[in-house]
Nanobody
Framework: QVQLVESGGGAVQAGDSLKLRCAAF????????LGWFRQAPGKEREPVAR????????YYEPSAKGRFVISIDNAKNTVDLQMNDLKPEDTAVYYC???????????WGQGTQVSVFS
């Protein structure tokens, strides 16, 4: 079992930055992959970025590439999502998720709200 707790959301102006953090607790395997997803009002949940605990498995969706940076601290079992140059269309509830490499995301956090105002 893995528990995920997100923090760092908030309301900002367009062009500002925010850092989201996901803390993982429980049975954290070396092959775990952690990802960030988001769900805007009236839309389906979509992936944003992911990173593997083994390294070398970092991926960004086109909407995040060049503006967001995902990083992992294996010693602290945390995954950060640094979001720069935020846009109103980044407004969503952001979720942290975890799953074994090559499998589906099994564990989900409760989500944290990010609101970007123009």
């Amino acid at each position: 079992q893995v528990q995920l707790v997100e923090s760092g959301g908030g309301a900002v102006q367009a062009g500002d930055s925010l850092k989201l953090r996901c803390a993982a607790f429980g049975q954290i395997s070396s092959t775990l992959v952690l990802g960030w997803f988001r769900q805007a009002p009236g839309k389906e949940r979509e992936p944003v970025a992911r990173v593997g605990r083994r390294g070398g498995d970092t991926y960004y969706e086109p909407s995040a590439k060049g503006r967001f940076v995902i990083s992992i601290d294996n010693a602290k079992n945390t995954v950060d999502l640094q979001m720069n140059d935020l846009k109103p269309e980044d407004t969503a509830v952001y979720y942290c998720a975890a799953g074994e490499f090559g499998g589906s995301y099994t564990y989900w956090g409760q989500g944290t709200q990010v609101s970007v105002f123009s």
